[in-house]
């Protein structure tokens, strides 16, 4: 198994997947400077995320600034709360922009 190349920070952050013109919510769990853990919110279908998927993620920081980050989905576990489906999802950043090295950073 790959070790991670960065320690894990436990967050509660609200974003946003984006895909094409569509935008859900989802839970920001733990943050990286190179990955994220992310929760789908409940639904009742099931959207399989596949590793290598790429997935566009936005947040907005407290100082009002947005983050755009591109993604890529390097593992995906199905969960079954008691609301509906929703899925835990191990997310590699392609590329960090500063602002987010940053943000992170300043969390440690």
Not at 20 to 49: C, D, L, P, R, W
Not at 84 to 90: A, E, K, V
Request: with cysteine; hydrophobic share 35%.
């Amino acid at each position: 198994m790959e070790r991670r190349r960065s320690r894990r920070i436990k967050i509660n952050l609200k974003a946003e997947r984006i895909s094409g013109n569509e935008k859900y919510g989802v839970f920001i769990e733990n943050i990286s400077e190179n990955g994220i853990q992310m929760t789908t919110t409940a639904s009742k279908e099931h959207i399989k995320f596949a590793a290598g998927t790429e997935i566009d993620l936005k947040f907005r920081l407290s100082s009002g600034e947005t983050i755009n980050l591109l993604c890529r989905v390097r593992w995906s576990c199905l969960k079954i709360p008691t609301n509906g489906l929703t899925d835990s999802i191990g997310l590699e950043i392609l590329d960090p922009p500063l602002k987010y090295v940053e943000f992170v950073r300043s969390l440690q």
